[in-house]
């Protein structure tokens, strides 16, 4: 995949956005970390920190937490990187159906 693409898969995968689909619980520009097991402290604080400016992630607990948002899902799926870039690029294809399916049925003005 060449960098102009990655770029791109970044641009559509707002990261807050991805974190939701994911599963992480999240409020405001935090989140709960999905590797709160290992967290000395279990208090179910909101320890994951998005960067919606930069579309990066890290939690303050664990050091190994943390980057962009393909890392945000190889680390949060425990899969590898390619799987992750296939993950996202489905997402956004998906995402993209939806609203032309959803644009269509606008048109008609039909109900389900
Ligand atoms: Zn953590």
């Known amino acids: 995949m060449e960098d102009r693409d990655l770029k ?3 641009h559509g995968s ?3 956005q991805v974190a939701v689909e994911l599963g992480i619980k999240v409020k405001s520009n935090t989140g709960l970390c999905f590797r709160s097991e290992r967290h000395a402290d279990a208090s179910g604080e909101f ?3 998005f960067d919606l400016a930069k579309n990066s992630f890290f939690c303050k607990t664990c050091s190994d937490v943390g980057g962009n948002v393909i890392d945000l899902v190889c680390q949060c799926q425990d899969c590898d990187r390619e799987k992750a870039i296939n993950w996202l690029k489905h997402r956004i294809e998906f995402d993209l159906e939806t609203r032309e399916l959803y644009y269509q049925k606008n048109k008609k003005r039909k109900r389900k």
Do not use: G, V
């Open 14 to 16: 707002p990261i807050l």
């Open 8 to 10: 791109m898969l970044e």
């Open 47 to 49: 320890t994951l920190f």
